[in-house]
């Protein structure tokens, strides 16, 4: 028997897998960057206003070295969903904090942008629209107006691969001519940490991201009908939303056969529920894409239910999570009881097939 360990939620859970069922565990293994680096790159940062678009744990580590090293800082903003965070750093370092007025269109927002210095910190991940997130795609998801239109042009190619995104060249462009504004991005793994980092205008430091991306959680593709995976926990399986826009959707398209006898098994708690209101809408009922699509108005969340419904007919999908059955089903999922069911689940009895398992989906870079 082989122990496997996944991030679940805030913890993590753990399976055996007999050794002439396990295939392979696939993981990368990159190394944390040494903290001198992180000193180096806020040394170099001269701006008096932030504007936080993550709040993982990398995020919040780099606010209080930037924050102590750099006495510029004068101020910090935030969309609600970081206001605990950005207001509690304020009051330690004697600095404003100031929510996002949100805007219905950039228009309105770039004037206050480049009224002033602005840095936007984000903590990359994968995203079915923008392929790889960046500080220009988390600020493009707060302009309602943008977000809309991005899902309108580019739904066709959902849900996208990392490298190659029109919404992602859409997102950059609009702040390709603001000067006024840069951004700082981290690469973070559960269990290693900060692994990467990059600095400059927008384009520049996407583009520095993917790359670091690409090196430093880079395995190699191996297709298999029997897939095991985790979502990375925190942030990236707190909803089902999440979970399935930063670690299913890799999956299917980089790892599981396209086969009638495909079976996968995804471990996330999803501990906030649906997560969307496009989620929500579907479970009731007052939602079905599938038949609407030219004509759907955007809500948060459809491009994740639309990508997930590309790809569900390919492919039979088990999940383990707190979320009840009674979702699980609205999606086609069959739940498990408990992550030891795992392998059982994806195997007839006596079977000798194969399973690969992937503990964090969510910081995988699938090599060709």
Same mark, same amino acid.
């Given at each position: 028997?082989?122990?496997?360990?996944?991030?679940?939620?805030?913890?993590?859970?753990?399976?055996?897998?007999?050794?002439?069922?396990?295939?392979?565990?696939?993981?990368?293994?990159?190394? =944390?960057?040494?903290?001198?680096?992180?000193?180096? &790159?806020?040394?170099?940062?001269?701006?008096?206003?932030?504007?936080? @678009?993550?709040?993982?744990?990398?995020?919040?580590?780099?606010?209080?070295?930037?924050?102590?090293?750099?006495?510029?800082?004068?101020?910090?903003?935030?969309?609600?969903?970081? !206001?605990?965070?950005?207001?509690? =750093?304020?009051?330690?370092?004697?600095?404003?904090?100031?929510?996002?007025?949100?805007?219905?269109?950039?228009?309105?927002?770039?004037? *206050?942008?480049?009224?002033?210095?602005?840095?936007?910190?984000?903590?990359?991940?994968?995203?079915?629209?923008?392929?790889?997130?960046?500080?220009?795609?988390?600020?493009?998801?707060?302009?309602?107006?943008?977000?809309? @239109?991005?899902?309108?042009?580019?739904?066709?190619?959902?849900?996208?691969?990392?490298?190659?995104?029109?919404? *992602?060249?859409?997102?950059?462009?609009?702040?390709?001519?603001?000067?006024?504004?840069?951004?700082?991005?981290?690469?973070?793994?559960?269990?290693? !940490?900060?692994?990467?980092?990059?600095?400059?205008?927008? %384009?520049? *430091?996407?583009?520095?991201?993917?790359?670091?991306?690409?090196?430093?959680?880079?395995?190699?593709?191996?297709?298999?009908?029997?897939?095991?995976?985790?979502? !990375?926990?925190?942030?990236?399986?707190?909803?089902?939303?999440?979970?399935?826009?930063?670690?299913?959707?890799?999956?299917?398209?980089?790892? &599981?056969?396209?086969?009638?006898?495909?079976?996968?098994?995804?471990?996330?708690?999803?501990?906030?529920?649906?997560?969307?209101?496009?989620?929500?809408?579907?479970?009731?009922?007052?939602?079905?894409? %599938?038949?609407?699509?030219?004509?759907?108005?955007? @809500?948060?969340?459809?491009?994740?239910?639309?990508?997930?419904?590309? @790809?569900?007919?390919?492919?039979?999908?088990?999940?383990?999570?707190?979320?009840?059955?009674?979702?699980?089903?609205?999606?086609?999922?069959?739940?498990?009881?408990?992550?030891?069911?795992?392998?059982?689940?994806?195997?007839?009895?006596?079977?000798? &097939?194969?399973?690969?398992?992937?503990?964090?989906?969510? *910081?995988?870079?699938?090599?060709?």
């Amino acid at each position: 028997m082989t122990e496997i360990w996944v991030p679940y939620g805030p913890v993590e859970v753990s399976f055996d897998i007999r050794q002439e069922n396990l295939s392979q565990i696939l993981e990368p293994t990159p190394a =944390k960057i040494a903290p001198e680096e992180l000193d180096i &790159a806020a040394d170099k940062i001269s701006v008096e206003n932030l504007l936080v @678009l993550s709040g993982t744990p990398g995020i919040q580590k780099f606010l209080d070295i930037l924050l102590t090293r750099n006495k510029n800082v004068k101020k910090i903003m935030y969309p609600k969903s970081h !206001g605990a965070l950005c207001r509690r =750093k304020a009051q330690e370092f004697g600095i404003h904090a100031e929510p996002l007025d949100l805007a219905e269109n950039l228009a309105d927002l770039v004037p *206050s942008l480049q009224a002033q210095k602005v840095l936007l910190l984000s903590s990359v991940h994968y995203d079915p629209m923008f392929g790889l997130s960046s500080g220009a795609s988390e600020l493009i998801r707060l302009v309602t107006a943008l977000k809309k @239109l991005a899902f309108t042009e580019f739904y066709d190619e959902l849900p996208c691969a990392p490298e190659k995104s029109q919404a *992602s060249e859409f997102a950059l462009d609009q702040f390709q001519s603001l000067s006024s504004v840069n951004s700082f991005e981290l690469i973070e793994k559960v269990g290693v !940490g900060i692994v990467g980092q990059s600095y400059g205008d927008v %384009r520049a *430091s996407h583009s520095k991201s993917l790359e670091i991306w690409k090196e430093t959680l880079s395995i190699p593709v191996q297709k298999a009908e029997r897939v095991i995976f985790g979502c !990375g926990g925190g942030d990236n399986d707190r909803s089902l939303t999440e979970a399935f826009s930063r670690a299913l959707f890799p999956i299917l398209m980089n790892v &599981a056969l396209t086969d009638s006898d495909s079976k996968i098994c995804m471990l996330a708690e999803c501990g906030s529920g649906l997560g969307s209101e496009a989620f929500l809408r579907f479970v009731t009922g007052r939602l079905e894409p %599938r038949s609407k699509i030219g004509s759907l108005e955007y @809500l948060e969340g459809l491009e994740v239910l639309v990508s997930f419904q590309k @790809l569900q007919k390919d492919f039979e999908l088990k999940i383990l999570t707190t979320l009840p059955n009674f979702y699980a089903t609205k999606f086609d999922l069959k739940t498990i009881g408990g992550a030891r069911e795992a392998p059982a689940s994806l195997l007839q009895p006596g079977s000798r &097939a194969k399973i690969l398992v992937l503990p964090d989906a969510s *910081s995988t870079s699938f090599r060709v």
